[in-house]
T-cell receptor
Framework: EAQVTQNPRYLITVTGKKLTVTCSQNMNHEYMSWYRQDPGLGLRQIYYSMNVEVTDKGDVPEGYKVSRKEKRNFPLILESPSPNQTSLYFC????????????FGPGTRLTVT | AQKITQTQPGMFVQEKEAVTLDCTYDTSDPSYGLFWYKQPSSGEMIFLIYQGSYDQQNATEGRYSLNFQKARKSANLVISASQLGDSAMYFCAMRVIQGAQKLVFGQGTRLTINP
């Protein structure tokens, strides 16, 4: 089954404790992206990757890191989480090009206390 | 910069009625894609329908159709014969062909279908 998986689905952590949210897709997509969703703000892009070893900042990259060592994986790293990073996070993937839909993972609900 | 505006925070519709969710967009790029996603209470993002900026005909997918008016920069979603399962948050989004190719989302419309 074609899918994007994320782990964990739910996470409660404390300020400053490094964490990684994994993302993996099995559709051989070149393009991958991370979004965060906050009430009243819709979804905003954090980082994206056009292909292996190619990553770039989205609209809200502060406090986040990413890597793309393999085509299928695109982890999101919060090196020192803060309460304002409490949010619902989505990983997405697609073929390269604006005409293609992005497939979303199930989401990771993160709470930072 | 690209922008999506959804002016209806919430809508209430009787079951079996048709409903139109409004979406206007702004971009200076001539080539872009317009998408609608559904987010039920379970949280996942479900792709519904796509319209390309150069498409001559309005897109349709089952009960979903997209009323694309390029000159007015609008891309309204029409759901025919609404069902209780259509109750969800609906997001309009635009993706430009070049550069970051990101999806720019509107703030969403919460649709509630009443029995």
């Amino acid at each position: 089954e074609a899918q994007v998986t994320q782990n964990p689905r739910y996470l409660i952590t404390v300020t400053g404790k490094k964490l990684t949210v994994t993302c993996s897709q099995n559709m051989n997509h070149e393009y991958m992206s991370w979004y965060r969703q906050d009430p009243g703000l819709g979804l905003r892009q954090i980082y994206y990757s056009m292909n292996v070893e190619v990553t770039d900042k989205g609209d809200v990259p502060e406090g986040y890191k990413v890597s793309r060592k393999e085509k299928r994986n695109f982890p999101l790293i919060l090196e020192s989480p803060s309460p304002n990073q409490t949010s619902l996070y989505f990983c997405a993937s697609s073929l390269a090009g604006g005409h293609y839909e992005q497939y979303f993972g199930p989401g990771t609900r993160l709470t930072v206390t | 910069a690209q922008k999506i505006t959804q002016t209806q925070p919430g809508m209430f519709v009787q079951e079996k009625e048709a409903v139109t969710l409004d979406c206007t967009y702004d971009t200076s790029d001539p080539s872009y894609g317009l998408f609608w996603y559904k987010q039920p209470s379970s949280g996942e993002m479900i792709f519904l329908i796509y319209q390309g900026s150069y498409d001559q005909q309005n897109a349709t997918e089952g009960r979903y159709s997209l009323n694309f008016q390029k000159a007015r920069k609008s891309a309204n979603l029409v759901i025919s014969a609404s069902q209780l399962g259509d109750s969800a948050m609906y997001f309009c989004a635009m993706r430009v062909i070049q550069g970051a190719q990101k999806l720019v989302f509107g703030q969403g419309t919460r649709l509630t279908i009443n029995p």
